[in-house]
Nanobody
Framework: QAQLVESGGGLVQAGGSLRLSCAASGGTFSDYTMGWFRQVPGKEREFVSG???????SYAESVKGRFTISRDNAKNTVYLQMNALKPEDTAVYYCAADRSTILVLDAKLYDYWGQGTQVTVSS
């Protein structure tokens, strides 16, 4: 069973950048499809980006061209580089792992979750 720990959240001005990290332990990280999701109060958790073990990436339309997901299997870590941040990116960001090799956008299909890290973008 995998344990996931996110870090790197914080407060940033609009137009700024942050890099989120998610360190995994337990399980076989290199086999997992990894995803980043975000959630604001009163709304469902939404897909932000995902990366398969093969390196294939997917992004939500709202972050394409601004966010980049990557993974380092030697460090059991997945990253989310967030550039040109907007106030609407404010949310709690969660890292998730899926034992399936299919990259899915549905949060309910992911097996393991981190505790989340707050990202706040001021205008």
């Amino acid at each position: 069973q995998a344990q996931l720990v996110e870090s790197g959240g914080g407060l940033v001005q609009a137009g700024g950048s942050l890099r989120l990290s998610c360190a995994a332990s337990g399980g076989t990280f290199s086999d997992y499809t990894m995803g980043w999701f975000r959630q604001v109060p009163g709304k469902e958790r939404e897909f932000v980006s995902g990366i398969k073990s093969s390196g294939f990436r997917s992004y939500a339309e709202s972050v394409k061209g601004r966010f980049t997901i990557s993974r380092d299997n030697a460090k059991n870590t997945v990253y989310l580089q967030m550039n040109a941040l907007k106030p609407e990116d404010t949310a709690v960001y969660y890292c998730a792992a899926d034992r399936s090799t299919i990259l899915v956008l549905d949060a309910k299909l992911y097996d393991y979750w981190g505790q989340g890290t707050q990202v706040t973008v001021s205008s």
